[in-house]
Every structure is written in structure tokens, then in C-alpha cells.
């Protein structure tokens, strides 16, 4: 899942070749334009195309030419098109007041690639995935129907999470829900908000939208390292996985495979919820503090050495990112992520709400029916069961 996200962001927005040709390439034939660009160089990197852009990059004007005062004079040798192509390609001599990371940035090519990814892309795809996990969710209902428990209820219940527990995950829960919600306003807010309610009215709701978003991601952090702490010595793989994957967890057929305290089904939650939340996180905080947690860069730095670009088929990845590449890249890849998760989220959702009669009540009171336990968890109440006789009566 890991490497198809990385080239889904990749590969649509880097434009790195793959190896280098055995042969020359051919010099374009730039004699009509006196030296400059031509229409076919302008549609081929609309296209994608790599491009050698040396004929241009260094056509900055030159230091020997008429001082700006003098007739003909231009500006320090260099005419308005070559200083816009310098400051273009950040080799401009630039000096500003401000001292931050990219303060002297002041054209930042790459952008459009960014805005038509986010705008197009992101939008599309990730809107198809939240849809399209919907209908499989709505659909899988109508086949199935409620996951019901089998046998005769006993009446008695079993503790199943501790109050803490349980502050824990709905910590996360709703924390989590508040920073999808928002966060699909501010990505598709313009697109889908502004015909419905106007310019006004979503000014209003982006505003605060934004202001919830940063806040609340504190809490949503928090939470994750709250379940991890106490969650994650239940959640490491054992041989009765495998029982349970190869059986379905008894989601399609009648009775359902030993589990301890998590089955196979839930340790993929638990698992999907700490790695992509933590990879959220980071960017979150990237872009929460600009310019300061640059990371894209030396990610890339590591995938060429190791070999990782090469084998997904990117080529050599560029090492050298303008600031604002790295707060674009931070941004695209916290809302691949975040879609990703909370397609899985909605899918934990379904199973724990409407999915299966009884697996409610395991976060909402945290008492479960002990029927429902022995059909869904039996080596966890043959362990509970255990300790129990074990203790001392008062």
C-alpha cells in the first residue's frame, strides 16, 4: 500500500526521467528563435517531457553590458525577460530584510504542478476512493446483512476495555473525524461549497475550518500516542492471524475463528491507524510550522542511494527542493494519506457500529455480552477466565 501511494504522488508530480539515454540526444533547432525556446520546447514540458532547459537557465544577461543610465542602457546587463528567467531558475541575486528559509524565493516554478495535481487529481481520485468505500460498505450490508451472535446470550458481561482505554480511542475517534471534515473544506471547499452557499458564507466556514484543523490536530496526536502505548503489545503478529485471515474472521460465513483480545482484522486497523497517522502527523506539523521540518528532500536523497527510486520505476528523484516544494509535497502527501485512512476508518466504522450486532458496546460502556466475546475473542475470554480464577478471593 506503502509503494503504490508513493508513486501515485511521484510519478504524477515529478518529472524526473528514468535512466539516462545511451545515445545523444538531438539538439533542437533553435536558429528561427535566435537561441530561445521554441513552441515545441513550451508543449513538451506541457506534456511532462523532460527537458533540457540548459540553453535558457544560464541566459541571465552579463555583467559587461550598457550601465542603466547610459543610451541603450539595460538593467545591469541584464533585460527584464533574463532577470525574470534568473529569478525563475533562484539564481537571481536576491536580498531581502526577512531572513526566513524562503524569503528569497520569489518565483517558484513547480507551483502550477502542485495546484493542478491538488485541483485535479487529489480531488478526484480521493473523492471516487471516500464514494466508492461507501457503496462496497453499502453493498457488503445488503449481502451480509448484521453480523449477529450465533448462540444464546448469557446475560453476563465481560470488561472488555478500561475507562482510559476508551477515552483513548474516542480521543482519536473524534478527533480524528473533526480533522477529515475540515479537511476536506479547506481541499474541496472552493469547488462544491462556494455555489451552494457563496463567497461570504465560505469565507466563514474556511476560517474556521482552518482554526479547528490546526488545533485539533494536537489531540489527534495525543491519541495516537495513547493507543500505541497501550495497545500496541496486543496488536503483534501471531500464528493465530493467519488462522483468522484464511478464514475471513467469519465475515462471510457462519461461525468465526479463535482471536485473542485482537484479531487479525484489527491489528490491520491498529497497525494502518499508527503508520499512516504518524506519516499525517509529520507533515501536519511540517506544514503547521512552514520552512521549518523540511523532510521531502532528504527522503528522496536516501531512495536514490538505496536503490528505492530506481525500483519503482521514478529514476533519480531531485535532492535539491525549493522551500515552497517542500510545503507542496508535505501537503499532497498529508492528503493522500489522509484519504487512504479514512477510507480504512469508514470501513472500522461500519464493523463497529450497524456491521455486528454487540461490538458497540465493547467502547460505548465497555462491557461486552460474554456470548459475543467466546464467538469473536474465545482465547482472550479463555485468558480473562484465567486470571480470574486465579485471583485471590476476598
Do not use: C
Not at 103 to 120: I, K, N, P, Y
Request: charged share 20%.
Amino acid at each position: 500500500m506503502l509503494r503504490v501511494l508513493l508513486v501515485s504522488l511521484l510519478s504524477v508530480f515529478l518529472f524526473t526521467s528514468a535512466t539516462a539515454q545511451d545515445a545523444p540526444e538531438a539538439v533542437p533547432d533553435r536558429s528561427a528563435t535566435g537561441g530561445a525556446q521554441t513552441l515545441e520546447d513550451i508543449l513538451a514540458r506541457q506534456r511532462g517531457e523532460t527537458l533540457d532547459d540548459g540553453f535558457r537557465r544560464d541566459d541571465t544577461g552579463n555583467a559587461d553590458g550598457a550601465g542603466i543610465s547610459d543610451q541603450l542602457g539595460t538593467l545591469g546587463g541584464a533585460s527584464d525577460s533574463e532577470l525574470w528567467r534568473a529569478l525563475r531558475y533562484d539564481t537571481a541575486d536576491v536580498t531581502a530584510s526577512n531572513s526566513g528559509h524562503a524569503a528569497t524565493t520569489l518565483v517558484q516554478d513547480g507551483g502550477m504542478r502542485w495546484l493542478s495535481f491538488r485541483e485535479g487529481p487529489l480531488v478526484t481520485y480521493g473523492g471516487y476512493l471516500l464514494l466508492g468505500t461507501l457503496g462496497l460498505l453499502a453493498l457488503f450490508f445488503l449481502i451480509r446483512g448484521r453480523i449477529r451472535i450465533d448462540g444464546e446470550k448469557t446475560g453476563r458481561t465481560i470488561e472488555r476495555f478500561k475507562a482510559i482505554e476508551r477515552f483513548g480511542h474516542w480521543l482519536l475517534a473524534g478527533s480524528f473525524i473533526l480533522l477529515g471534515i475540515t479537511g476536506l473544506i479547506s481541499l474541496m471547499g472552493r469547488k462544491f461549497l462556494i455555489p451552494m452557499f457563496g463567497h461570504e458564507s465560505f469565507a466563514f466556514i474556511a476560517t474556521g475550518s482552518k482554526w479547528v484543523h490546526n488545533n485539533v490536530s494536537w489531540a489527534f496526536m495525543l491519541a495516537l500516542i495513547m493507543i500505541f502505548v497501550m495497545w500496541v503489545v496486543h496488536n503483534l503478529p501471531s500464528r493465530t492471524d493467519i488462522n483468522w485471515l484464511l478464514k475471513g474472521g467469519g465475515l462471510l460465513t457462519k461461525g468465526h475463528p479463535p482471536a485473542k483480545k485482537f484479531n487479525a482484522g484489527q491489528k490491520l486497523i491498529f497497525w494502518s491507524v499508527i503508520v499512516f497517522g504518524t506519516s499525517i502527523s509529520l507533515t501536519g506539523l511540517s506544514l503547521l510550522f512552514p520552512f521549518e521540518m523540511p523532510m521531502f528532500a532528504a527522503t528522496f536523497e536516501k531512495m536514490n542511494a538505496w536503490g528505492i527510486s530506481s525500483l519503482l520505476g521514478l529514476g533519480e528523484l531531485r535532492t535539491t527542493l525549493a522551500p515552497h516544494e517542500e510545503m507542496q509535497y508535505a501537503q499532497l502527501w498529508h492528503a493522500i494519506v489522509s484519504f487512504v485512512l479514512m477510507a480504512i476508518v469508514l470501513a472500522h466504522i461500519y464493523i463497529g457500529s450497524i456491521g455486528m450486532e454487540g461490538a458497540y458496546d465493547a467502547m460505548g460502556s465497555g462491557q461486552v455480552e460474554e456470548q459475543w466475546a467466546r464467538e469473536h475473542h474465545s482465547l482472550w475470554v479463555e485468558e480473562v477466565k484465567a486470571k480470574e480464577g486465579a485471583a485471590p478471593a476476598e
